[in-house]
């Protein structure tokens, strides 16, 4: 059982990011809105992903690293999924 879950979590996750680029590519935006659009597509489906995959955002691309002991709030409300 863990050979299939080890290839097919990866694959199922990286089914989201493979739609997430094709919205891109369906939207083809151009100049500099194409980043805020790659942004924005990017991050609706990663929202979609930690939503409906496990109901809990886990795994972000976007998670900040070690804690921040300095500021923990300011760091608490600018993190993902906050």
């Known amino acids: 059982m ?3 879950a080890v290839a097919l979590l990866p694959a199922g996750m990286g089914l989201f990011w493979g739609a997430a680029m094709a919205a ?7 100049g500099p809105l194409r980043i805020l659009v790659f942004a924005g597509v ?3 489906f990663e929202w979609l992903r930690g939503h409906l995959l496990t109901g809990f955002p ?5 998670r900040p690293g070690a804690p ?3 500021s923990p709030r300011r ?3 600018s993190a993902p999924m906050a």
């Open 2 to 4: 863990a050979p299939f």
């Open 24 to 30: 891109y590519r369906a939207l083809r935006p151009r």
């Open 42 to 44: 990017l991050t609706v």
């Open 58 to 62: 886990w795994n972000l691309p976007a």
């Open 68 to 70: 921040d002991r300095r």
């Open 75 to 77: 760091r608490a409300s």
